[in-house]
């Protein structure tokens, strides 16, 4: 059995394995995510923002477009009656029109008729003040002619400064008009100055995010209409008209003021403007922004839940694992009666079990070899014992049969009763344990026959105390040692008489035999390995005593002998008490 | 054991936290809320007060402030604003007063130590008052009336003197009824007075050279037409109510500001009626 | 190997035949034909007429700007850009021209105007704009011509014998090219045609055929027999005219009115056959078609347009087909 700690094992670990597996999964998993989900929906954000605000600049363009024809309207309306019939006398009641249409709108400031000379025919502006001459030079008179009433002039907006007790702020239209005088069709001049601020008030509330707005400008590049126009012809502000100038129609960007902006161009229908939406790089893309904030935030929890359930997962998965890891290190340190819970997954349930039954099979083949060492062990013993009988037996029948020769009949019939009861005893049914009252009734027949043979050679007094003798023993412990005292204890030079004192006690919990004798004692060099080395055939009942003892009750306990050379030995034996025979 | 589920319950709280404030963060910012920033005028009628108002108004527009205006006998009641302006003829009370409570103060249309003011460039005037006399090929005889009426017309007349030195230019200083040299076919006027006097002697035909001046007030559109004067050096009221709105807010904001001037307009028959000049030339109709 | 040599050979040559093939054929040059409104079933059987003479000639992309400026705008716009070899346009908003004109001229790409005409000043900026179209003038002089030799020629014509045409008028939309200057040019053409003309009503009715009826109607209402002659400047208002002529009992062999229209149109060609209708003028869409087809082919390869590979009278780079005036007469012939 292998013990102290258990080693370090080298590889990886299969927490760290799922735990990285895990996260890198998760994490590819994210960045497909990011790399496919991100530009995508942020080109979209983007188409859709500069969509949306074109839209709104197409509709900014409709409304114009509907106000413009509208005015048209009115110009086409107001026309019809002026160009039939005799002018002269219906002049009054073209006036009378002229001033309802003019009265019947707050935009329309004048409706004024002109002759191809210039002169005024009639207006709702009252006197003019300008020579002829000097309106055939303004460009909204030249225009008008040249196109023949084709196409309707739109100017610049400017101060109305044809009319005397008139001032106004606005922007003249004016269109070539057919008209018969004396049988004669020429080409006159319609003029309708509409208010600037009914243009400017639609076109400046008009947004575009929270900055972003919307100006006319004309054909040659010249703002017409702007949220800050006056500011802009006060040199106070800026618009730049470079991208506009070199895109001319369609979605430009540029860069003003540090800001990046989006310019959508559009053409507003028969006056030759074109109406430029401004919108805000950053308000258009705020959502993108917004968007990309929250992805951040989104990603980042993600990223945090993911290592959350990795650890939790790597965890809950090698748990079993490990407890099956930290069980079988107890193993290792030699625990064998450790039991794993089945619980957890399947496969580490399979595996618990096949250990739990491995671990059984283990401690029962361990239960067998010591089972069978047991029996191994009593088969020694059993032959051990068996060691110890033939030469007594061989020399106590020579004793009776001699003493039957010579006619000692009562000593020989002592003598086999005695040897009967020795071997009764030592047989003992079978028994390996018998009470030390048997054990020493076995040494008295011993002594009794030993007695009888080596009559002067030696004496013995048997001492116990009286608790000891329902004690129990394994059996022939005693004889042996008294043997070997009387082999070879005695002094055969001197002839003195050998004193054997043999004694059993107690203790709490031993049993304490011992065998005294005054015998010529065991030489120093001798002593250490009168227990381990058989020596002839005496020796070997010291050794086998020992064996014995400490097969059957454990190597703590044995014999022990003590001996001075000339004064005698005194060999001990101890055996625990309450040891019975199923042990 | 238990660190792997401590690590987790760590992670989880973050993600929460991190969600619930990313989301403010991405979301709006909070209102601010208006400043309020005052005007306070010596009249409420005429051309240049409305002009001045628009004006300001549109830098209030722009800034995100608002405009509150006060006559002069409703003054006390401009307190808690942000700043103020004042268009008064004698505004250093006013001012003193207001900078006592810390409220920062812009002045129009005159200087006052110690204050930031906003005015027409008079020196601009001046100079181009003085240039198209010059570019009158035909006037031989061009007279300058220089006057220190008041601080813009001592301004004018230091630039259009500077101008004018080298040049052959009569230069005289201006007096009410006083005489012109004979052949003068064109005086320059840097004063309001000096304007309207020779005006007034062109319609009695006692002077028939051309005239060229400063603003001559709410019929400077028609006098202009009509003749009487060839040429005439207008502030921009609007211009300047809007700088004024500026600089007292720069001022609020601590800002250093120095005094602005606003851009002079030499407006004449032929670039009146155009819409780049129309604020000045016709303030009444835009 | 050698095997394969051999194959990866012959398919090489297989591939690059075509381009050899290709290098000594010059390709057609591609243009592009924007048209207002395909819905306009006069431009859309124009344009259908052009993309049968391009065959062989160019690659034609036809577009339709769904009667929107600003659709159109984005249409050049992009053409431009993917470097079109050149554009015929039929505009939307002929004011608006002028800026299509500067974005050609950007990209130097000629652009040839068709059936609507741009502003004489805005063609004017770029050397390569041209205008094909037939002259709105030419086409109001032949009905005043052929309405003042009526007059002055058949018997009867003249109903009430003052020596007066007693005129009507229908115009179309107002200030329409075509509407102003046929108007203008037909009344010049009586007049040096010395017919005294009093114009007893000059009518907007859109070029529309129903309101031309309605129109009629009232105005019989209001002057019975004095009407002498109705011009008209388009063959729906002249046959919407007719229609009430009918129904006030013209044509059905008593009474009979000259009746004056414009374009051609199949219907205005039976009922001239039928004999209400008297003249109409004839606008040549197929030559206009071709004319523009050959500017725009000339140009796009770079060639000057000379009088000998450009048959058609050109001045200023305006291009008038020429007109003519059918009548029930000329159709029998």
């Avoid at chain 1, 968007?291 to 998965?317: D, E, P, Y």
């Avoid at chain 2, 930031?116 to 031989?140: N, P, R, T, W």
Wanted: hydrophobic share 40%; aromatic share 8%; proline share 3%.
């Amino acid at each position: 059995m292998n013990q102290g700690t258990p080693m370090r094992k080298r590889g990886y670990s299969l927490h760290n394995v799922i735990l990285i597996a895990f996260l890198a999964c998760m994490g590819i998993l994210l960045l497909f995510v990011l790399f496919t989900l991100v530009p995508r929906v942020n080109q979209l954000l983007e188409q859709n923002a500069v969509e949306r605000t074109r839209e709104t600049v197409l509709q900014s363009t409709s409304t114009l477009d509907v106000y413009v024809n509208s005015m048209i309207s009115v110009m086409n309306f107001v026309s019809q009656p002026l160009t039939r019939g005799d002018a002269a006398s219906e002049d009054t009641l073209r006036l009378e029109r002229l001033n309802l249409m003019q009265q019947s709108r707050t935009d329309i400031v004048t409706l004024a008729f002109f002759n191809g000379d210039g002169s005024l025919r009639y207006g709702t502006g009252g006197k003019l003040r300008t020579e002829p001459e000097e309106i055939r030079k303004r460009q909204w008179f030249q225009n008008a002619l040249s196109w023949q009433g084709t196409s309707i002039s739109f100017s610049r907006p400017h101060v109305q400064e044809l009319f005397s007790d008139q001032r106004s702020y606005v922007i003249t239209l004016a269109r070539g008009l057919e008209y018969e005088e004396n049988g004669e069709r020429t080409l006159g001049v319609l003029l309708m100055d509409v208010n600037y601020s009914t243009l400017s008030d639609m076109m400046n509330g008009i947004s575009l995010g929270s900055s972003g707005y919307v100006y006319l400008l004309d054909e040659q590049d010249r703002l017409l209409v702007h949220p800050r126009l006056d500011l802009i012809n006060q040199g106070l502000a800026e618009e730049s008209i470079a991208a506009v100038h070199e895109k001319i129609v369609g979605v430009t960007r540029d860069r003003q003021n540090g800001r990046d902006r989006i310019l959508m161009i559009s053409t507003v229908g028969q006056t030759r403007w074109r109406l430029v939406g401004v919108a805000y790089a950053d308000e258009l893309l705020a959502l993108q922004d917004a968007f990309i904030r929250i992805l951040t935030v989104v990603f980042s929890c993600a990223g945090l839940l993911s290592l959350a359930a990795a650890t939790l997962m790597a965890f809950w998965v090698t748990r079993p694992i490990t407890h099956l890891e930290h069980k079988m290190q107890k193993v290792q340190t030699g625990d064998l009666n450790v039991t794993i819970t089945e619980k957890g997954f399947r496969e580490i349930r399979s595996v618990s079990a096949a250990f739990n039954h491995m671990l059984a099979q283990i401690r029962s083949l361990m239960d067998k070899v010591v089972e069978e060492q047991e029996t191994k062990r009593l088969h020694e013993l059993n032959a051990l014992q068996a060691q110890i009988n033939p030469h007594f037996l061989y020399n106590t029948l020579d004793s009776i049969v001699w003493m039957e020769e010579r006619g000692r009949s009562r000593e020989a019939i002592t003598m086999v009763l005695a040897l009967a009861k020795l071997f009764r005893i030592s047989i003992s049914k079978g028994r390996r344990f018998i009470t030390v009252e048997e054990e020493l009734e076995h040494v008295r027949n011993y002594l009794i026959i030993q007695k009888m043979r080596f009559k002067e050679k030696f004496t013995y007094e048997i001492t116990r105390q009286p608790e000891a003798l329902c004690e129990h023993t394994v059996k022939l412990i005693i004889q042996p040692l008294v043997e070997n005292c009387i082999n070879h204890a005695i002094d055969e030079a001197s002839g003195e008489e050998l004193h054997i004192v043999i004694d059993v006690s107690v203790t709490e919990a031993e049993l304490i035999f011992t065998v005294t004798d005054d015998g010529i004692g065991i030489s120093e060099e001798r002593l250490p390995s009168i227990l381990t080395t058989s020596v002839g055939e005496s020796g070997i009942g010291l050794k086998n005593v020992n064996e014995r003892i400490q097969l059957t009750y454990g190597p703590q306990y044995g014999l022990s002998i003590q001996s001075v050379e000339d004064e005698g030995t005194t060999i001990t034996v101890r055996i625990p008490r309450g040891w019975e025979e199923s042990k | 054991m238990k660190k792997p589920i401590m690590i987790s319950a760590f992670c989880i709280a973050l993600a929460a936290a991190l969600l619930f404030w990313g989301f403010r963060w991405s979301g709006s910012i909070p209102p601010q809320e208006e400043k309020t920033y005052g005007l306070t005028i010596q009249s409420d009628t005429g051309s240049y007060v409305m002009q001045l108002r628009k004006g300001m108004q549109q830098a209030a527009d722009e800034l995100g402030v608002r405009l509150e205006v006060y006559t002069q006998s409703e003054a006390r009641q401009a307190d808690g604003l942000a700043g103020a302006v004042l268009w008064l003829e004698q505004p250093s009370a006013e001012a003193e007063r207001l900078k006592s409570l810390g409220i920062p103060v812009s002045i129009v249309g005159q200087t006052l130590p110690g204050f930031a003011c906003v005015l027409g460039d008079a020196e601009s005037a001046g100079k181009q008052l003085a240039l198209y006399a010059l570019s009158q090929a035909d006037k031989a005889h061009i007279v300058l009336l220089t006057d220190d009426v008041d601080e813009g017309a001592a301004a004018r007349s230091r630039a259009a003197l500077a101008v004018a030195k080298a040049e052959n230019v009569a230069i005289l200083g201006y007096l009410p009824d006083m005489g012109l040299p004979e052949n003068c076919d064109l005086v320059v006027t840097v004063s309001q007075r000096a304007t309207l006097d020779m005006i007034q002697r062109k319609r009695n035909q006692t002077f028939k050279g051309m005239v060229l001046g400063v603003d001559t007030g709410e019929s400077r559109s028609y006098d202009l037409e009509e003749g009487v004067i060839d040429a005439m050096a207008l502030d921009s009221p609007y211009a300047i109510g809007y700088l004024a709105l500026y600089q007292a807010y720069g001022l609020a904001n601590g800002d250093s500001v120095s005094n602005d001037y606003a851009k002079v307009l030499l407006a004449t028959r032929e670039n009146m009626y155009l819409s780049e000049n129309v604020k000045q030339v016709f303030p009444l109709l835009h | 190997m050698k095997n394969r040599v051999f194959r990866w050979g012959c398919l090489l040559m297989l591939l690059l035949s075509p381009l050899s093939i290709a290098r000594a054929q010059q390709p057609l040059p591609r243009i592009a034909v924007c048209i207002y409104n395909m819905a306009d079933t006069f431009m859309s059987g124009f344009s259908n007429g052009l993309e049968r003479m391009a065959q062989g000639l160019a690659t034609l992309t036809v577009m339709d700007s769904q009667n929107n400026q600003n659709t159109q705008n984005a249409q050049v716009d992009e053409l431009l850009a993917e470097g079109i070899d050149a554009l015929i346009v039929n505009p939307v908003d002929r004011t608006a021209a002028v800026y299509l004109i500067r974005m050609a001229m950007q990209k130097q790409t000629p652009i040839v105007f068709i059936n609507r005409e741009p502003l004489l000043e805005d063609l004017r900026l770029f050397n390569k704009a041209y205008y094909v179209g037939i002259d709105p003038k030419q086409q109001g002089s032949l009905s005043g011509e052929k309405a003042a030799w009526y007059f002055q020629n058949v018997p009867g014509a003249d109903r009430n014998g003052d020596g007066v045409m007693q005129l009507v008028l229908f115009k179309g939309e107002p200030g329409h090219q075509d509407t102003e200057l046929r108007t203008q040019y037909a009344l010049l053409a009586l007049k040096q045609c010395n017919v005294q003309v009093e114009l007893l009503s000059e009518d907007v009715a859109l070029w529309d055929r129903t309101l031309g009826q309605e129109h009629m109607a009232a105005l019989l209402n209001q002057y019975g027999d004095q009407i002498e002659c109705v011009i008209s400047n388009n063959d729906d208002m002249a046959l919407g005219a007719i229609d009430a002529l009918k129904a006030a009992d013209y044509f059905s062999g008593r009474k009979f009115m000259p009746v004056f229209g414009n374009d051609a149109t199949g219907l205005a060609m039976e009922a001239l056959e039928q004999g209400s209708l008297y003249a109409t003028v004839y606008n040549n869409a197929e030559a206009q078609g071709a004319a523009a087809l050959r500017l725009a082919v000339l140009l796009s390869k770079g060639e000057e347009v000379t009088e000998e590979n450009f048959s058609y009278s050109m001045q200023d780079r305006v291009v008038y087909i020429n007109s003519v005036i059918f009548t029930a007469d000329d159709m029998k012939h």
